[in-house]
């Protein structure tokens, strides 16, 4: 963001009212074509001159795409325009569903400020792709899913490794994604997000957890997820498969730790070395994990 | 005077520009549209340190609706203050990356945005310096070879030949020999970072050159005389054809002092054929290639006997001017002449130099080279206090100066006048209200740590010796009164106090003084510029004397009319009475436009007051040894010659607490104590006091201006400049404003704006530094820095909240 404009560059801004409209401009026009959504990424990037279209194309027209909706067992549905205050609002009205998804519920009013979250949308936050994103957390522990449609047909992508960078993604540039489930959480479980910024608005470590049974290792589950640290969300894999053995829950934190710290490539910018990256990302887990066991987050 | 006798002094009053802020329908500079307006946009430099070889702009011509490009040969002139070193578009060389290399003018900010891009410039590097011990050594590059053919302003000394911007030196008693006396020495190195202001309207102007050579300007300048006068100068135009018209100011901060972009946008106006042309500055476009703040490095050392008396300090200051000194050498130069702060030291050497180097350019900043000297020296303060085991409070106090006492001086050699303030009382006070002798509670997790702080400070304002002020009251018909002086309003609530004091002074109700939104120097008449908390008390008196005029030609009115000796007239409620005969009375409304006879004839005419503030107490420091010149005795003043028209004492305690584990420090209680002579308007007063607050603990934990490899400003923007937001505001804030009034202060008062935020910065660190012993000497105090110190300072700390940690991850197991 340090670009000197005020004005955007040409473009032609389309809205159509329908996702068969929006489906065939996009097939119509291929890599010419980009989607906005609350278009605070969008903007952003095209102000910066970082970005390039002959179309912009308004997703927010489609009806179909503004959703949320719980269905026990299966999870939650969030639709691709729905905002983040709108979620965060049907959190607070929901408080068994927000304590279902409590690290979504906690990423979400840590996003951005109230302004911008009346624009900004979960979806729009996880395909920007930028490393220090609150929504991609939450989203990798609870096995967060997007539902892309394109003319030619329709398939659901995990939030897991669908991002490539900043504005890249798996997806096709003719595909719309509709809608993002994060699944039912395991029975029992607890989560929780720690933003842990220094200097910026953003986090230079941001945790997402997630605790299930803590003290029984037949049934224990542990989910872990990093941004902000790493370039790319970073799920912590090996780290949870530590949980399965039968041992005491705090031994168990500090061996996840230090597979995590020694496993995970971190980023290095004027924010914050690696190293103190590395260390705070056990700091942060460590209190966030036990927390989370104790019932006391 | 008590403070019960007020009718106005004293009530918190809301600023009236408030209303129309929160509206949202106070007009600024950005939101002004003129017909036949044209837009301009700079051409920045991608070299941090280059000969231009060409500009080659043929293609942005071609853009539809692109009037002109300008170039740094079309406007060869410096422009500045106190160092006329500025270009208005690179001459010949381009000086850091960021730098206005070219402009174009276009009809609309989209063509213009368009064209910049297809500006094409060749350079031809130089080997760029970013670093001041690198710019002192004798082969580092040169920026300015030429600055002994700058325009100087007297009390700055450039030394041509190298990249010293301006030398400042202050010798006290017997300068450096003083250390041999000293039973305890200390030296540390201490660092500040470049900042930026944070005033939420950058740099925005409009100038409209006409064909009858007069130059209407609109600008986001603090006021509107020394942009006008600095623009003159450098143009070469007679400075009554220039109309400096200031409309409301989103924020200054001292950034917006001095002369902005006035000369550019005029000479572009002019060469796009006599049209309006409007230059705004986006927010990277301000970071990035306008002026900043500067960042120094600093080497101190303080001496001190058993007994915890001073006895000697050393410090030499290194400001790192950036590519353009300006405004800065005056900030340099008082840091280093005030660089005793509150104390009264026997032997100090001090030097300051502002020195350039291939970043950005700074300028003036709200306190003004105090937060820089007091970082150093009330850190040096409390490192002494913990080697001497004494008390923090205890140790200032026995250093404190004696306003009064002809013994205890400044470190330029003059005493404070009596009446400067209780400085010991605003000490005490502020550690009353921290409760200074009750430990802090500790909370439940032991790896955090709660301590408490002090820190004193002083401030005065920096003007020349030769600043003046004047100020006009005139009537309406309805016996309500204008005031006119060109102070600026930019959210500081001056121009509202100012208001309050000529309603008291007046005996009117606020509603019947009026004060308008729009400065200029057509209609306002001269002030220095607003600037250094100065303005209050400065032209509050310029005011009162308007005042004492316009009795004066009111009671000769009255007096003719009641046939009573003037000096036996008082004004109370819009009337003039005879004193004791308070029947015997005529209305104000009669007397404002000259008095009418039953037959007619009329009295007199419309009365208007004027008045002056002539500091006539200040001189010149000498640059070599930083001692006031003589007075001279034709001004009617005897005494040594000062820096400053005023100084005023202030204090903040803080309770911060520490995470050992992370380096998070949260400040949870604050204090702020200033002895401002008269409240005159508790409401502003308080908001200054938190605002300075909430500014100072920004500066101390999260600004920093971050560069990339060539010296360019790697974070323009608020994401990545992270500035103190309401989430960070601590909620304990404790203010106490001490009135112990000043004879020539308007009503007592003394400015205090700046001080706000001077004592904040060392006093989070004291409260770290008396809590772990960790000596934290740099800025911000970002979590990794002061994770950093303590790993280095007191592994034992960390290890031992490491080990605490541990026990309570442990403890969950079951
Ligand atoms: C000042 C500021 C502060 C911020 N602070 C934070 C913060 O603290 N934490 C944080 O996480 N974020 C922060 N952000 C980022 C902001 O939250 C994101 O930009 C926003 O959430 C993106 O959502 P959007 O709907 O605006 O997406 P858009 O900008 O509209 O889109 C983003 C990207 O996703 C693609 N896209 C969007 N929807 C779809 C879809 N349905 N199908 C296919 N592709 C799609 C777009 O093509 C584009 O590539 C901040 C932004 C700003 C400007």
């Not at chain 2, 409209?208 to 020394?226: C, F, L, M, R």
């Amino acid at each position: 963001m340090s670009a000197p404009y005020f004005t955007l560059p040409e473009f032609k801004y389309v809205k159509p009212g329908s996702l068969e409209e929006a489906l065939e401009i996009l097939d119509e026009h291929g890599e010419e074509a980009k989607i906005m959504n609350g278009g605070i990424g969008v903007v952003a990037f095209l102000k910066e001159r970082l970005m390039e279209a002959e179309y912009i194309v308004d997703i927010k027209g489609i009806p179909e795409l503004k959703k949320i909706e719980y269905i026990p067992g299966k999870g939650l549905y969030v639709g691709a325009t729905t905002t983040v205050n709108e979620l965060i609002e049907f959190l607070e009205k929901s408080p068994e569903v927000r304590e279902k998804y409590r690290a979504l519920y906690e990423a979400s009013t840590h996003l951005a400020d109230a302004i911008l979250r009346n624009r900004a949308t979960i979806v729009g936050d996880i395909l920007e792709g930028l490393p220090y994103m609150d929504a991609p957390g939450p989203a990798l522990i609870f096995e967060a899913e997007m539902h892309a449609v394109s003319k030619s047909g329709e398939r659901w992508v995990p939030v897991d490794g669908i991002v490539m960078g900043p504005m890249m993604t798996q997806l096709q540039p003719n595909e719309i994604v509709t809608e993002i489930i994060f699944k039912e959480p395991p029975e029992g479980a607890r989560s929780g997000y720690v933003k842990f910024a220094s200097r910026t608005e953003y986090g230079i470590v941001n945790v997402a957890a997630l605790v299930a049974h803590p003290n029984d290792p037949g049934k224990r589950v542990v989910k872990i997820a990093y941004t902000g640290a790493t370039a790319l969300p970073y799920r912590a894999r090996e780290a949870e498969e530590l949980f399965k053995k039968p041992e005491p829950f705090g031994k168990l934190v500090e061996e996840a730790v230090k597979v995590i710290q020694d496993n995970v490539e971190v980023l290095e910018d004027p924010y914050a070395s690696a190293d103190f990256r590395k260390y705070l990302m056990g700091i942060l887990t460590t209190q966030l994990l036990v927390k989370l066991a104790r019932g006391e987050w | 005077m008590s403070k019960q006798a007020f009718k106005v002094l004293g009530k918190p009053v809301p600023p009236p520009d408030s209303y129309e802020k929160v509206t949202g329908t106070a007009p600024y500079t950005f939101d002004m549209e003129l017909p036949g307006m044209l837009y301009a946009k700079l051409v920045t430099s991608t070299e941090p340190h280059a000969r231009i070889k060409s500009i080659d702009y043929s293609k942005a011509l071609q853009v539809p609706g692109v009037r002109i490009v300008a170039t740094g040969r079309d406007f060869p002139v410096r422009i500045g203050i106190y160092v006329g070193d500025r270009d208005m578009l690179a001459i010949e060389k381009a000086l850091w990356v960021g730098h206005p290399v070219a402009a174009v003018v276009a009809e609309s900010i989209k063509a213009a945005e368009k064209a910049i891009d297809l500006v094409e410039v060749e350079y031809d590097p130089l080997p760029p310096v970013f670093d001041v011990e690198e710019a002192l050594k004798p082969d580092a590059p040169l920026l300015h070879p030429d600055i002994a053919n700058y325009k100087i302003s007297p009390a700055f000394k450039p030394v041509p030949g190298t990249n010293i911007a301006n030398q400042f030196r202050m010798i006290k008693g017997e300068g450096e020999a003083g250390f041999d006396k000293a039973d305890l020495v200390i030296e540390k190195t201490f660092k500040m970072p470049f900042l930026h202001h944070a005033y939420m309207e950058t740099w925005n102007t409009i100038a409209h050159y006409k064909v009858t050579g007069d130059i209407e300007i609109w600008t986001s300048s603090q006021s509107p005389y020394a942009p006008r006068y600095l623009m003159a100068m450098s143009l070469g135009v007679p400075v009554g054809k220039i109309k400096m018209r200031i409309p409301y100011v989103g924020g200054g901060f001292g950034g917006k002092a001095g002369v902005l972009i006035e000369p550019l946008v005029a000479m572009l106006s002019k060469k796009a054929g006599y049209k309006p042309v409007k230059l705004v500055m986006s927010r990277a476009e301000q970071m990035r290639s306008m002026p900043v703040i500067a960042g120094y490095k600093a080497y101190a050392k303080i001496g001190f006997s058993k007994d915890g008396k001073i006895v000697a300090y050393k410090v030499r200051f290194l400001f790192d001017t950036g590519a353009f000194a300006d405004y800065t050498v005056n900030v340099a130069r008082t840091a280093g002449y005030a660089c005793t702060g509150v104390y009264d030291m026997p032997n100090v050497y001090c030097e300051s130099l502002a020195i350039y180097t291939n970043k950005v350019p700074t300028t003036a900043i709200r306190g003004f080279g105090y937060p820089e000297n007091h970082w150093v020296l009330e850190r040096l303060m409390d490192m002494a206090a913990r080697e001497l085991r004494m008390d923090p409070v205890k140790i200032r106090s026995i250093n404190l100066l004696r306003p009064g006492d002809p013994t205890s001086t400044t470190g330029y050699g003059s005493p404070l006048r009596a009446d400067a303030g209780d400085i010991q009382g605003v000490l005490k006070t502020s550690a009353e209200l921290i409760e200074w002798d009750k430990e802090p509670e500790q909370p439940k997790e032991p790896w955090k740590i709660r301590a408490k702080g002090i820190a004193m400070s002083l401030k005065g304002p920096s003007q020349p010796p030769n600043a003046v002020d004047a100020a006009i009251v005139k009537f309406n018909e309805d016996a309500s009164v204008d005031i006119l002086v060109a102070t600026g309003n930019y959210g500081q609530g001056t121009v509202n106090a100012l208001r309050m004091i000529v309603a008291e002074a007046f005996d009117l109700p606020l509603d019947k003084v009026h004060i308008t939104w729009m400065n200029s120097t057509e209609w306002m008449p001269y002030t220095w510029q607003t600037v250094g908390s100065r303005s209050t008390f400065t032209v509050g008196q310029a005011l009162l004397r308007a005042v004492e005029d316009a009795k004066r030609q009111i009671f000769d009115i009255a007096s003719a009319v009641l046939k009573v000796p003037a000096d036996q007239l008082e004004l109370a409620d819009g009337k003039v009475y005879v004193k004791g005969e308070p029947w015997m009375s005529i209305p104000l409304t009669e007397i404002v436009n000259g008095y009418t006879f039953p037959n007619g004839q009329v009295l007199g005419g419309p009365i208007i007051g004027r008045g002056i503030h002539s500091p006539g107490i200040l001189s010149y420091l000498d640059p070599d040894t930083g001692q006031a010149l003589p007075i001279n005795p034709e001004t009617g003043h005897s005494e040594p010659g000062h820096a400053t028209v005023f100084y005023t004492f202030g204090s903040t305690a803080v309770e911060v607490e520490l995470d050992l584990l992370t380096g998070d420090i949260k400040v949870l209680k604050a204090t702020q104590v200033y002895d401002i002579g008269r409240v005159i308007n508790p409401l502003t007063a308080k908001g200054q006091a938190i605002g300075g607050l909430i500014m100072g603990m920004s500066r101390a934990l999260y600004e920093e201006l971050i560069f990339d490899d060539s010296g360019g400003v790697a974070n323009p923007n608020f994401s990545f400049y992270y500035v103190a937001r309401a989430k960070d505001i601590p909620d304990d804030i404790r203010i106490k404003f001490l009135e112990t009034p000043q004879a020539d202060g308007p009503f007592g008062a003394r400015g205090f704006s700046e001080n706000v935020m001077i004592a904040v910065i060392p006093a989070i660190a004291n409260a770290i530094e008396r809590a772990t012993g960790v000596s934290i000497t740099e800025l911000p105090m970002t979590h990794e820095r002061v994770w950093r110190a303590i790993k280095e300072q007191r592994p034992d700390l960390i290890e031992k909240a490491l080990k605490a940690f541990q026990e309570w991850k442990n403890a969950s197991q079951g």
